[in-house]
Each structure stands twice: as C-alpha cells, then as structure tokens.
C-alpha cells in the first residue's frame, strides 16, 4: 500500500507557475512509476505527465509539454509537478499517482494509488 499527498496547489494569474508536491509514505517510493493527471468540472480526467522509477524518462501530452516538468526525489519520497505558463484552460483539481507498470502509461486504470487531489485555478 501505498499513501500519496498532494500540496501546492492555489490559485494564479493566467502566465504564472506552480509547483506541486506529492509526498509518499507505506511502500518503497522508487518501486512506482509516478504520475499526475487532472480533472476539470465535468471532465473526464486526464493525464498530465508521468516519471520513470530512476526519474530518467518522462511523458507528456500535447497540451503540457514544454510548459510543464514531472521529477521525482527518490530520497525524500517525494514527487513533483512544476507548472510554467499557466492557462485557464489547466484549472482542474490535480491528482498524483502511483503505478506499478513497467510503461509510462496514460491510462487511468494502469495506476494503482492515488491521492486526494489538489486544486489549482487559472485566472485570465
């Protein structure tokens, strides 16, 4: 089992950054591919990006890439989302997760731990 708690998240100016934290405790943080996806008021959620356990390889899709930087601290147990140029279009409340697949998966259900969420707000 593992506990995964976001932080971080609040409200910015359309243009800014974020950086949210994912902080893991029960089981050995490096055995878990990380991820983080989000929700919008009603949306499905989607993903955001994803880590390999070692943190050398990560995904993105489309509408993040090169604004948005997933890393992880393997020593501090902890994972990390950095969010550069913000749109409205990213408000959503935030989810970190945690995956033991081999493959930086996009797929919800390949993602075996979450947490509870924690929201970020674009404002225009």
């Known amino acids: 089992q593992v506990q995964l708690v976001e932080s971080g998240g609040g409200l910015v100016q359309a243009g800014g950054s974020l950086r949210l934290s994912c902080a893991a405790s029960?089981?050995?943080?490096?055995?878990?591919?990380m991820g983080w996806f989000r929700q919008a008021p009603g949306k499905e959620r989607e993903f955001v990006a994803a880590?390999?356990?070692?943190?050398?390889?990560?995904r993105y899709p489309d509408s993040v890439k090169g604004r948005f930087t997933i890393s992880r601290d393997n020593a501090k147990n902890t994972a990390y989302l950095q969010m550069n140029s913000l749109r409205p279009e990213d408000t959503a409340v935030y989810y970190c997760?945690?995956?033991?697949?081999?493959?930086?998966?996009?797929?919800?259900?390949?993602?075996?731990?979450w947490g509870q969420g924690t929201q970020v707000t674009v404002s225009s």
């Open positions: 997760a945690a995956s033991r697949s081999i493959v930086l998966s996009v797929r919800r259900y390949e993602y075996d731990y």
């Open positions: 029960g089981r050995t943080f490096n055995n878990y591919i």
């Open positions: 880590v390999t356990r070692s943190g050398s390889m990560t």
